[in-house]
């Protein structure tokens, strides 16, 4: 039997500090706690006191395979400990309460007094009805956090534990696990503007039917998510994809390889770099018709090349550094 190659993580090696506090998203923060252990980290959870409600400390025990604290008094001095041995602190969810705590000084328990005292990277993932969400109080707390360098991710909006819809979901498990990894990526791409393209295009032979190739996007979407969390701006331009819209960045669908060299063109007046990591089409139909192709016996297809990217980019008079893939 092989033995299963480990892939370096960005995460591999450090210790996150995973803070519960008492809102009906907290089952997810079990799942949080495991996918942070899949990229390889240390991770540690801290529970207040309402959390409790929601899950056991066991189950995080489990997921972590750490002892879980909930009180001030669990162990002498663990809201300095902890918070200084962290490279991260993750708080998910976090309720209007702990946010307006943390945004205020507010140090009664030992998730509080961990913010308080931990000199690195927090980030907080919002979860709370939608109108507790809009106060304008609460608003001016969030505002002071994110400010202040305070990473935030999500809500989301969507049908909420009230039953109700709006602003307040919290964010998906595997968008606060990019924001971890995020966190503590060299931010060495600060000030490039870079441009990604990923995924297959489609090229059409009628309304109904078209050619193309089975790229899935995977190496575009991820070289895109690389550049965001290393500083860059980046501008992702997708053909077709099942894949997920990486968070962060400028998304722009494309669907034909015509499409994508004007998407292209469009943004590399402003870019630095351009990664064509798309399987763009090398072949078109030379004629597409308007109406479906009927089932008539003529089963002859003439195709035309399609428009090389790479070289109408690279022949512009100011263009930005070019990578290419090649099958």
Partial sequence: MTKRKKVLTVLRNKSVLVGVTGGAAAYKSIDLVRRLKEEEASVFVIMTEAAGKFVTPLSLGIASQNRVCSSLFDEPMAHIKMPAAADLLVIAPATANIISKFANGIADDLLSTCLVSHPGKTIIAPSMNWRMYQNRFFQQNLQKLTSAGVIQVGPERGVLACG????????????????????????????????????????????????????????????????????????????????????????????????????????????????????????????????????????????????????????AEKRPFIIGFAA
């Fill in 164 to 315: 109700e819809e709006g602003l307040g979901r919290m964010a998906e498990v595997s968008d606060i696990v990019e924001a971890a990894k995020g966190a503590l990526t060299d931010r060495d791409l600060v000030g490039e503007d870079i441009i990604v393209t990923a995924g297959p295009t489609r090229e059409y032979l009628d309304p109904v039917r078209f050619i193309s190739n089975r790229s899935s996007g995977k190496m575009g979407y991820a070289l895109a998510r690389a550049a965001r969390d290393r500083g860059a701006d980046v501008t992702l331009i997708s053909g077709p994809s099942a894949l997920e819209r990486p968070g962060g960045l400028k998304f722009v669908e494309v669907e034909t390889s015509a499409e994508m060299l004007s998407a292209v063109k469009s943004y590399t007046s402003k870019a630095t770099v351009l990664i064509m990591a798309a399987a763009v089409s090398d072949f078109a139909p030379a004629m597409r018709s308007d109406a479906k192709i009927e089932k008539d016996g003529n089963t002859t297809l003439r195709l035309r090349l399609t428009d090389d990217i790479i070289s109408e980019v690279a022949g």
